[in-house]
């Protein structure tokens, strides 16, 4: 392969380990048809023509682009309503969002899955005082944390009944940058129709990111009512320039449309110049998409475990999100490690990325992000916060033939910085 001068050693490793994969990929490719299916049946049912690609302006009073993406991506989520917006800056803005819009001064919220994705902290008001936060806006916030990766059942029920006013339980899917696993659908269900015969006025909100689409069903399925993520990951397929969605229960969904605009106008208005072509042709692509960065987090895994290192889940192990969580013995492989999945990007291979203190987060973290959308982490990217134990967290990848070029890539790099041998 002469435009990839890789080792014949790195070369027959990866695909020895792909060859052990088979059965792995065939799961995966199953889940994407069934998905496929969905997605394709949720345009046809919007009647989706070219009429609803054309650019909106000012107001956006009677956008039947906007509608129908709402509409489609309800259906694709197995949800009665959503908002998908440009508008919705990212998945933390489309969190804090929907979170402000169903709670009320007094009223508390439940985290059952342990502390919140890294930005949500300031947003929530957990670890600041941000001005415009939840807590300074007069909500409650308490948290259960999970054992043994498994929502605390009995802990979740005994903060039920012990504090007064718990207006929402809230549930983060995947790991984050937390050593654990997505939480299963499964697992979620049970959780979640405990918590409902506990406090039934309680909503049940699921930070969704990274998790549409890795399975046949969604957290909508077993009981949650209001589900949220980034357009810049999973959903967006990789096309959607940016943005985020709600969706949830039609009640629900009218409380926050108020926010995501004004009070009293909620989603009547909000134009897109772009127009909304992306975001249905990303929804399209979004399963098989999805199922790429599957394959692509499968391979890592297998590579990884074959040089004795540790990697979450494993490659054998069901998978929940698209998320690879990978545990290096220092800093300087970890870093050695981003360093190199932004060598093999399409888009800004040249630059080296170094740790650095970005907003919302508490340690420095590197970022591996060649993207052609700024930051999308459903194109090939590694992240890792500066700290012990040394993880890096992989996700995406557009095509399974690209993150497989990422991982020749990383063994490259690792073999020749000294840290792994072929
Ligand atoms: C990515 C992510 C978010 C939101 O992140 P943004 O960068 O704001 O889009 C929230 N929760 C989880 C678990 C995530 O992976």
Not at 165 to 187: D, F, M
Not at 196 to 205: E, N, Q
Not at 256 to 282: C, D, H, K, L, W
């Amino acid at each position: 392969m002469s435009d990839m001068p890789f080792s014949r050693a790195a070369l027959d490793f990866v695909a020895e380990c792909e060859a052990q994969l088979g059965p792995r990929f065939a799961r995966i490719d199953a889940i994407e048809y069934e998905n496929q299916a969905r997605v394709l049946c949720a345009l046809q049912r919007q009647r989706l023509g070219q009429r609803h690609f054309a650019p909106t302006t000012g107001y956006g009073y009677d956008d039947i682009g906007r509608d129908a993406l709402d509409a489609a991506f309800a259906y694709a989520l197995y949800c009665e309503d959503a908002l998908v917006r440009p508008q919705l800056t990212s998945g933390t803005h489309a969190i804090f969002t929907a979170l402000s819009g169903l709670l009320a001064p007094g009223d508390a919220m439940l985290a059952i899955t342990g502390a919140p994705y890294d930005t949500l902290k300031d947003a929530i008001g957990i670890t600041g005082d941000e001005f415009g936060s939840l807590k300074a806006q007069g909500v409650r916030y308490m948290q259960t944390e999970l054992v043994d990766g498994e929502i605390d059942l009995p802990a979740v029920l005994s903060a039920l009944n012990a504090a007064q006013n718990i207006k929402l339980v809230y549930a983060q899917r995947s790991r984050g940058y937390a050593w654990r696993n997505a939480i299963s659908l499964e697992s979620l269900g049970k959780a979640f129709a405990e918590i409902r015969s506990a406090a039934p006025d309680a909503i049940i909100v699921v930070d969704n990111c990274y998790g549409e689409f890795t399975r046949t069903t969604e957290p909508s399925c077993v009981g949650a009512d209001v589900i949220v993520g980034s357009l810049i990951k999973n959903p967006g397929g990789g096309l959607a320039p940016t943005g985020g969605y709600i969706a949830g229960k039609h009640e629900a969904i009218e409380r926050i449309a108020q926010r995501v605009t004004v009070p009293g106008m909620g989603r009547e208005v909000g134009s897109y110049a772009g127009g909304y072509q992306p975001f249905f042709q990303g929804l399209f692509l979004a399963p098989h998409t999805t199922a790429q960065s599957l394959r692509t987090a499968i391979l890592f895994a297998k590579a990884f475990e074959r040089l004795g290192m540790v990697s979450m889940p494993s490659s054998m192990d069901e998978r929940y999100d698209i998320v690879q969580a990978l545990r290096f013995k220092s800093e300087k492989p970890l870093i050695e490690f981003c360093k190199s999945i932004q060598k093999a990007a399409p888009v800004d291979s040249n630059v080296t990325p170094e740790p650095w203190d970005m907003p919302g987060y508490s340690d420095k973290v590197i970022m591996a992000a060649g993207a052609f959308v700024q930051g999308a982490s459903i194109e090939l990217s590694a992240d890792a916060p500066i700290r012990a134990p040394y993880t890096a967290y992989i996700q995406g990848g557009l095509t399974y033939a690209h993150g497989r070029l990422g991982v020749m890539y990383a063994l490259d790099a690792l073999e020749r910085a000294g840290e792994i041998r072929l």
